[in-house]
């Protein structure tokens, strides 16, 4: 039995742990999957670089608008792939061959199992950790649906090396997942039929947001509201998807997606063995990012709910000073935003409206659409939106969820003027914006809400 200073179970964020400070420390690092961890093999990269063809290729589509008559082009679904896993596939290799070839840190692929709070078990191979950090990310839930053990399905972990696009294909799931990869397969040239539980997509945004992106994604795809799926059967041409209302008709599907949201693995870990307590399905961890074992650590999806890279990033930032200094220092990732990089895209960052009404917040609302700005109009945006919330006593952003393109990217200087306690006036006119920028839209709507507010 090796004894170690430090166990890392994880390769994603994890792997970043290790810095040079580390260099005199005996490190194990285990991975019961490929090197690098969800985000760089089957999640955010993957995935964001087969949406950035299906944005050239949405706006390829929509280019008559514009005056531009595109005709006779195709996408090389194999090629795309070969481009994109050519490129990733290395970066997983080479970091595990790195990470062998340090003196100090011992890489274990396999399963790793707690058999008590300094003990861990890989396959039949025993090791012990004077401190253990656990960042295993969180894995596709497979809903219960009669029949499905007995046909092939997709998960987000397998959809992007299919080795073929499917004329038809079937998503059970209505939320980022499932409209990150709707875009993808629709813009293909897929038949794309998502099926929802619920009567909308995106639920947890805000209701502006989603009445416009539900609207948006009807003319994609097969939309199909309170749709819940009781069994699934191979047919001779297909999958075929049978519902709890009899009323609805038989799908049938060639291939079939399962994006019922992610969950962490705690099972197979067995964390009872090492008394980490834990809370609707993720391990409880304090400012610190300590477990309730007092030398166990975890960070990313295993203990956040809202399972973001950047989240998970700066939680092993903090992981990675606590593990060697005796000054802790605290987890701060408030105010956590977020996108969904569908078309169109999302960003989001604070209260949503719904939700600052349900705590019965005093706030004002302000509004500006992208085809009111100047490069909007340019664009024939017609969809997208900037609406910021702020409380009309302080004048300080409340929330903030733009759609249409480059959300993501826009969505920061609201990011940065909720964390640092920036007024919407001081944002909105407190140094010059770029015109004719598609910013200008966020600083129009700065500027109605700072109208509002006292």
Same mark, same amino acid.
């Given at each position: 039995?090796?004894?170690?200073?430090?166990?890392?179970?994880?390769?994603?964020?994890?792997?970043?742990?290790?810095?040079?400070?580390?260099?005199?420390?005996?490190?194990?690092?285990?991975?019961?999957?490929?090197?690098?961890?969800?985000?760089?093999?089957?999640?955010?990269?993957?995935?964001?670089?087969?949406?950035?063809?299906?944005?050239?290729?949405?706006?390829?589509?929509?280019?008559?608008?514009?005056?531009?008559?595109?005709?006779?082009?195709?996408?090389?679904?194999?090629?795309?792939?070969?481009?994109?896993?050519?490129?990733?596939?290395?970066?997983?290799?080479?970091?595990?061959?790195?990470?062998?070839?340090?003196?100090?840190?011992?890489?274990?692929?396999?399963?790793?199992?707690?058999?008590?709070?300094?003990?861990?078990?890989?396959?039949?191979?025993?090791?012990?950790?004077?401190?253990?950090?656990?960042?295993?990310?969180?894995?596709?839930? #497979?809903?219960?649906? +009669? $029949?499905?053990?007995?046909?092939?399905?997709?998960?987000?972990? @397998?959809?992007?090396? *299919?080795?073929? %696009?499917?004329?038809?294909?079937?998503?059970?799931?209505?939320?980022?997942?499932?409209?990150?990869?709707?875009?993808?397969?629709?813009?293909?040239?897929?038949?794309?039929?998502?099926?929802?539980?619920?009567?909308?997509?995106?639920?947890?945004?805000?209701?502006?947001?989603?009445?416009?992106?539900?609207?948006?994604?009807?003319?994609?795809?097969?939309?199909?509201?309170?749709?819940?799926?009781?069994?699934?059967?191979?047919?001779?041409?297909?999958?075929?998807?049978?519902?709890?209302?009899?009323?609805?008709?038989?799908?049938?599907?060639?291939?079939?997606?399962?994006?019922?949201?992610?969950?962490?693995?705690?099972?197979?870990?067995?964390?009872?063995?090492?008394? #980490?307590?834990?809370? +609707? $399905?993720?391990?409880?961890?304090?400012?610190?990012?300590?477990? @309730?074992?007092?030398? *166990?650590?975890? %960070?990313?999806?295993?203990?956040?709910?809202?399972?973001?890279?950047?989240?998970?990033?700066?939680?092993?930032?903090?992981?990675?000073?606590?593990?060697?200094?005796?000054?802790?220092?605290?987890?701060?990732?408030?105010?956590?935003?977020?996108?969904?990089?569908?078309?169109?895209?999302?960003?989001?960052?604070?209260?949503?409206?719904?939700?600052?009404?349900?705590?019965?917040?005093?706030?004002?609302?302000?509004?500006?659409?992208?085809?009111?700005?100047?490069?909007?109009?340019?664009?024939?945006?017609?969809?997208?939106?900037?609406?910021?919330?702020?409380?009309?006593?302080?004048?300080?952003?409340?929330?903030?969820?733009?759609?249409?393109?480059?959300?993501?990217?826009?969505?920061?200087?609201?990011?940065?003027?909720?964390?640092?306690?920036?007024?919407?006036?001081?944002?909105?006119?407190?140094?010059?914006?770029?015109?004719?920028?598609?910013?200008?839209?966020?600083?129009?709507?700065?500027?109605?809400?700072?109208?509002?507010?006292?």
């Amino acid at each position: 039995m090796t004894d170690f200073d430090v166990i890392i179970i994880g390769t994603g964020s994890g792997n970043t742990i290790i810095t040079p400070e580390f260099d005199d420390l005996n490190i194990a690092i285990i991975e019961k999957g490929t090197f690098g961890g969800t985000c760089l093999n089957r999640g955010c990269i993957p995935s964001k670089m087969l949406i950035y063809v299906a944005d050239v290729l949405t706006e390829i589509k929509r280019s008559g608008d514009l005056g531009i008559a595109a005709e006779n082009y195709s996408a090389n679904w194999q090629g795309i792939q070969e481009r994109i896993f050519s490129r990733i596939d290395p970066i997983a290799s080479a970091g595990e061959s790195y990470r062998h070839s340090l003196p100090n840190v011992t890489v274990f692929n396999g399963e790793a199992s707690f058999i008590s709070g300094d003990e861990i078990i890989i396959d039949d191979v025993i090791i012990t950790g004077k401190q253990i950090v656990i960042a295993t990310g969180a894995t596709p839930v #497979i809903p219960e649906i +009669d $029949g499905l053990s007995k046909v092939s399905y997709h998960t987000s972990d @397998t959809i992007m090396r *299919i080795a073929e %696009l499917p004329k038809r294909l079937g998503i059970i799931g209505g939320g980022y997942i499932a409209v990150e990869l709707a875009h993808v397969f629709s813009s293909f040239g897929c038949e794309v039929t998502m099926l929802v539980r619920g009567n909308t997509l995106i639920s947890k945004e805000d209701l502006s947001i989603r009445e416009r992106f539900n609207k948006v994604f009807q003319e994609k795809v097969d939309l199909r509201f309170e749709a819940t799926v009781s069994k699934v059967r191979q047919g001779s041409n297909g999958i075929r998807l049978n519902f709890e209302d009899e009323t609805l008709d038989v799908l049938e599907v060639d291939e079939l997606l399962l994006a019922t949201g992610r969950l962490p693995d705690l099972d197979s870990l067995k964390i009872r063995a090492a008394n #980490i307590d834990t809370t +609707d $399905g993720y391990i409880v961890t304090d400012q610190y990012m300590r477990t @309730t074992a007092d030398n *166990i650590w975890a %960070l990313g999806d295993v203990t956040n709910p809202a399972q973001l890279k950047h989240t998970a990033n700066a939680e092993a930032k903090i992981v990675s000073h606590n593990l060697i200094n005796k000054k802790l220092i605290k987890v701060d990732l408030d105010p956590t935003p977020h996108a969904i990089f569908s078309n169109p895209q999302v960003a989001s960052v604070g209260y949503t409206e719904q939700d600052a009404k349900a705590a019965e917040m005093q706030y004002v609302v302000a509004v500006e659409e992208y085809g009111d700005v100047a490069y909007g109009w340019a664009m024939e945006e017609k969809t997208g939106i900037c609406k910021v919330i702020a409380d009309p006593r302080t004048g300080l952003l409340i929330g903030a969820h733009i759609l249409g393109p480059q959300a993501s990217t826009l969505i920061h200087q609201l990011i940065q003027g909720m964390k640092f306690g920036q007024t919407v006036a001081e944002l909105a006119s407190g140094f010059l914006y770029v015109h004719p920028a598609l910013n200008e839209v966020v600083e129009n709507a700065l500027i109605k809400v700072a109208a509002l507010c006292e």
